[in-house]
């Protein structure tokens, strides 16, 4: 029996409780640099500049910008949910030009809408997989029109979950985060940088603690590295740890594990009566989204109070929508090591259960 919802594997759970070395035991160091070269086979890619970023996906996300926008530069954003609006307000506060291109939520980006947004931008950016609508956004078709432009690509929710291609995509930086599709709880951001990106460097970033350049001589391997700050070191232990896991299963069968579980999930909802929300052939599987017809509740409960309904009896958590379809949607998440078909038959049922009531 794998773990049960909320869980995380049980390899990641006694690598948080093993005890604590010093940031600058070699011990420890060595360990950071095999959770690099981990990190350089999930994301696929070369780049030397991978590592794990201390804080969560949002410090990813604000890295990946502070350190290549400077005033005045053109940023095409690719806008279709929330964290693509997050980008935007990211970019904006590095002082770009922010130049949307957007897609009603719930619906894909049209890449080469993004690619015709500007002759010239210094930046585009889009998010991969779009948690709140459950949409996936192409991203290997953009690289062959991006010119000079660099290209930042939001993998929260794809990385391990979905093919992510780094170096096959054309990728300059990439951001994750632990607590999505790697099954590891919250706290550090995987990054990746190409040699690109770092040659477009900004002089001196707004930001200090998320400064690539400064944290490049931190996480450089060998007697090079630099202090900068003290590293999470039991987050590092989770991710090192959760990484092996996923390595151990292989990519593609982790890709196909959640592939397998997002397909179960969105034929049952459909015998339940509920529309699937995202785009059909842009569909999530790590990230389920539903219209939720307010005929098909029990009489007396909304859609809030029957999640809650299912936290309490049932002991699952499912999302509901953000922004324009609050109310409106549930979104489910199967990542990581929840991604099991027996967390689907269990949530089938439940639902099942609650809507005859
Ligand atoms: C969760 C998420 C983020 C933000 O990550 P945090 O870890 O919550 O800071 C950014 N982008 C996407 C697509 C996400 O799903």
């Known amino acids: 029996m794998g773990p049960g919802p909320g869980n995380p594997y049980p390899e990641v759970t006694e690598a948080l409780g093993r005890p604590l070395m010093g940031h600058l035991d070699p011990a420890f160091l060595a360990l950071m640099d095999e959770t690099n070269e981990r990190l350089r086979s999930v994301w696929r890619t070369g780049n030397p ?3 794990a970023l201390s804080g969560t996906g949002s410090a990813g996300m604000e890295a990946a910008f502070v350190n290549v926008v400077a005033p005045g530069d053109v940023v095409v954003v690719g806008v279709n949910g929330a964290f693509g609006e997050r980008m935007c307000e990211v970019a904006r506060r590095c002082g770009a030009e922010v ?47 991006k010119g000079d432009a660099l290209l930042i690509v939001d993998c929260v929710t794809s990385l391990g979950g979905m093919p992510v291609e780094i170096d096959a995509w054309g990728v300059d930086l990439a951001y994750s985060g632990t607590q999505k599709c790697l099954g590891v709880p919250p706290g550090l951001a995987p990054f990746t940088v190409s040699d690109r990106a770092i040659s477009r460097f900004v002089e001196r970033p707004q930001s200090w603690y998320l400064d690539l350049s400064m944290i490049a001589d931190y996480v450089s391997a060998g007697s090079a590295r630099a202090y900068h700050h003290t590293a999470p070191i039991a987050m590092v232990y989770g991710l090192h740890a959760g990484l ?26 459909a015998r339940l009566g509920f529309e699937p929300f995202a785009a059909e052939g842009h569909r999530l599987a790590q990230l389920t989204s539903v219209v939720v017809p307010p005929e098909v509740l029990p009489a007396g409960l909304d859609e809030a109070a029957c999640r809650r309904l299912l936290l309490d009896r049932y002991g699952i958590e499912i999302g509901g929508g953000l922004g324009p379809v609050a109310g409106k ?20 049922a439940a639902i099942e259960e609650l809507l005859s009531q």
Do not use: K, Y
Request: contains cysteine; glycine residues 10%; charged residues 15%.
């Open 49 to 51: 500049l991978t590592f």
């Open 99 to 145: 130049v949307r291109v957007e897609a009603p939520w719930g619906q894909p980006l049209d890449p080469e809408q993004v690619l015709a947004a500007h002759p010239s931008p210094a930046v585009i950016a889009v998010v991969h997989a779009e948690t709140s609508t459950g949409v996936r956004n192409d991203v290997g078709c953009l690289a062959h029109g």
């Open 244 to 269: 092996g896991v996923l390595l151990d299963e292989g990519l593609e069968a982790s890709w196909a594990r959640h592939a397998e579980c997002g397909e179960v999930l969105q034929a049952g909802l």
């Open 329 to 348: 949607v549930w979104r489910i998440g199967l990542m990581g090591h929840t991604a099991q078909l027996r967390n689907v038959t269990l949530l089938l």
